[in-house]
């Protein structure tokens, strides 16, 4: 018993120490679009109340933090959509206190009748919502008549300098491409080798722990095609970034062989569970090929670490392409599938050094 508490006790504080370390990288890849926000927030409140002289203009930082939002795409629809959506609200608010007063049925009342002008005049989601909250708004904390025009303006002023902070300072969705992608090959490369140990150890429980892991790349590569989409709707949006189109749209393309290396690393690590399980033997040259495969994609993930393209593993990959050509093929079922994901994921590989599907399947030679 106390050995069985002691070992749920070291579960439980790994599992801890994991959410922990969790958190905070979610944190410290939020941190500069946190930081971005409040700062802009501070700026809208002070051009607000200093410049403009309005007392207490709360929907400017409201304005500012709702258009920045949680990403880094779609802010002039989502500024367009914030500023319609206040303007709105606040008229319907700001009319219905002038008839009817606040109170409850008030609230509920002016919350359906502005959501309901926003829905007819064909608004978006984002802007339905922003409708009910600020008529919400004016009824319960802001009764104060005649004061609607300056509510819009200072709305206007906080999605007017989020567009600007958001045009001026974007350089964070720019680089998050690059370091997601180098990130789901880091895991490539990782599963790899974690492949090889089981299977030359002939540990069952391993290779179970790698086909998990191996799945766990399909939540990065979708993080990776967000942070791709983010990154061109920046330099799409931004004068100053226009030039920086070509790299990151080299980024974006990198989505699909991902995608595809990431599927084939799928079906090699359910394909060596199952030769464990039915205890099928696989050559060592396979072994081999996987941890020289491993090798070059950790190479190709510090390339993008560095700001490169993964240009030079492309010999590297050919070798690996050529060696695979040269092995030996045994009846084994299973070791035939490991050896032909491998021959995928090289050709996959290969398209990430900037050539496409055709040329990479002509570097691999045929099976002698």
């Known amino acids: 018993m106390t050995l069985r508490a002691y070992d749920l006790s070291e579960r439980t504080a790994r599992a801890g120490r994991a959410s922990l370390e969790q958190r905070f990288e979610r944190w410290r890849s939020r941190w500069f679009i946190i930081g971005q926000i409040a700062i802009t927030a501070g700026i809208a409140w002070f051009l607000a109340q200093n410049v403009l002289g309005h007392h207490l203009p709360f929907f400017a930082p409201v304005a500012a933090i709702v258009t920045l939002g949680v990403s880094f795409g779609s802010r002039m629809r989502r500024a367009v959509e914030v500023a319609i959506g206040v303007a709105v609200g606040v008229l319907i608010g700001d009319i219905f206190v002038t008839v009817f007063g606040s109170g409850v049925w008030q609230l509920a009342v002016v919350i359906a009748l502005a959501m309901s002008v926003a829905t007819l005049l064909g608004a978006g989601q984002l802007m339905i919502i922003q409708s009910g909250v600020q008529s919400a708004i004016i009824v319960a904390l802001a009764p104060t008549i005649g004061y609607a025009f300056d509510r819009w303006f200072d709305a206007v002023i906080g999605a007017a300098m989020a567009l600007i902070v958001a045009t001026v300072a974007p350089s964070a969705p720019l680089r998050k491409p690059r370091v997601i992608a180098a990130e789901v090959l880091d895991d490539i490369a990782a599963t790899l080798e974690e492949a090889s140990r089981a299977m030359r150890a002939g540990d069952s429980d391993a290779a179970d722990a790698v086909l998990e892991h191996s799945r766990r790349t399909e939540e990065v590569l979708t993080r990776f095609s967000a942070a791709a989409a983010e990154g061109l709707a920046v330099v799409r949006q931004s ?64 390339e993008l670490k560095a700001r490169r393209l993964p240009t030079g593993a492309r010999k590297r990959l050919v070798a690996v392409g050529d060696a695979s050509s040269h092995v030996e093929l045994v009846e084994s079922i299973s070791a035939v599938v490991i050896l032909a994901q491998l021959r995928s994921m090289t050709s996959d590989l290969l398209e990430l050094t900037g050539i496409d599907y055709a040329e990479a399947r002509e570097l691999i030679p045929e099976m002698d």
């Open 239 to 302: 004068p100053f970034h226009r030039h920086e189109l070509p790299n990151v749209m080299a980024y974006a393309d990198l989505s699909a062989p991902l995608d595809h290396a990431s599927r084939n690393l799928r079906v090699l690590a359910r394909r060596c569970v199952v030769s464990l399980w039915r205890q099928e033997p696989v050559p060592t040259a396979y072994l081999d090929l996987m941890d020289q495969l491993a090798e070059v994609v950790r190479f190709m993930a510090i």
